[in-house]
């Protein structure tokens, strides 16, 4: 798959991922079918984006498994961080108001009071978010610095009973966008490995056939793949593909 290709991939299967979180967790056959149509993808590369989406408890056309407890480190992490918020002073509805309505009026104290008030929502969300690919402790912190930006942006509002539903958003936003990030790293990484499966398989098939290392004229004559294509799965393999005889005048890019 080329670096176009697979970028077209990461963005499908992140917008798909989101979709379905925002549905509840379900994403419909069809739709996923559709978020790769572009793409042609066969049979067994469809079955990858089924399993991965099982990983990240995506049901497709039902509700997904029950949700599993956090891994002992993770229950920790977001035990300690709510410990932590105990020691924050408590506010009642009509003070977070009031500060809201201040924070809304440019008051910049206000508005770091305002989001300490709001810190108890981060592990909330971040629960919401466990499980997918980024520690709880990353998720956190990202909360933490959205809830504090978010609060600096809160001029547009007009209404102060507006302002936690505002913040609470740009923090579930800020999670998903680092969800997202580490999708797209995962979709590369993934194809990575594919493609050096690829080759390296192609190549033992033409080692077992001739007894001895294909060189890279061999293996494109073949297969009708390109040089760039060989030496670049060559190269994400370390150089590891030891049916594959590579020498000096084989460029690597």
């Not at 981060?122 to 690919?133: F, K, N, S, T």
Request: hydrophobic share 40%; charged share 35%; net charge negative.
């Amino acid at each position: 798959m080329s670096d176009d290709r697979e970028i077209k991939f990461g963005e499908a299967l992140t917008k798909l991922v989101r979709t379905a979180r925002e549905n509840g967790g379900v994403i419909d056959d069809a739709r996923v079918r559709e978020a790769f149509a572009e793409l042609s993808l066969d049979e067994k590369q469809m079955d990858e984006v089924y399993a991965y989406l099982r990983e990240k408890r995506i049901g497709i056309g039902a509700e997904p498994e029950e949700e599993a407890p956090l891994p002992a480190g993770e229950r920790d992490i977001l035990a300690a961080y709510i410990e932590e918020l105990g020691a924050l002073p408590a506010h009642s509805e009509e003070e977070k108001l009031a500060l809201a309505a201040r924070a809304i009026d440019g008051d910049r104290e206000a508005q770091t009071a305002y989001a300490e008030c709001l810190l108890p929502l981060v592990p909330d969300i971040a629960r919401l978010y466990a499980e997918q690919g980024v520690p709880m402790e990353d998720l956190i912190g990202e909360g933490n610095v959205a809830l504090l930006q978010g609060a600096e942006l809160l001029g547009a509002l007009e209404e102060p009973g507006e302002a936690e539903e505002t913040l609470s958003r740009y923090v579930m936003d800020a999670m998903e966008a680092l969800i997202a990030d580490n999708l797209q790293e995962d979709a590369r990484g993934q194809h990575a490995v594919n493609r050096v499966n690829e080759v390296a398989d192609r190549a033992k098939e033409l080692y077992e056939d001739l007894r001895r290392p294909v060189t890279v004229d061999e293996l494109m004559n073949e297969t009708g793949w390109s040089r760039e294509k060989i030496m670049e799965a060559w190269k994400l393999a370390g150089g590891e593909i030891e049916e594959l005889q590579v020498t000096a005048s084989d460029p690597v890019s």
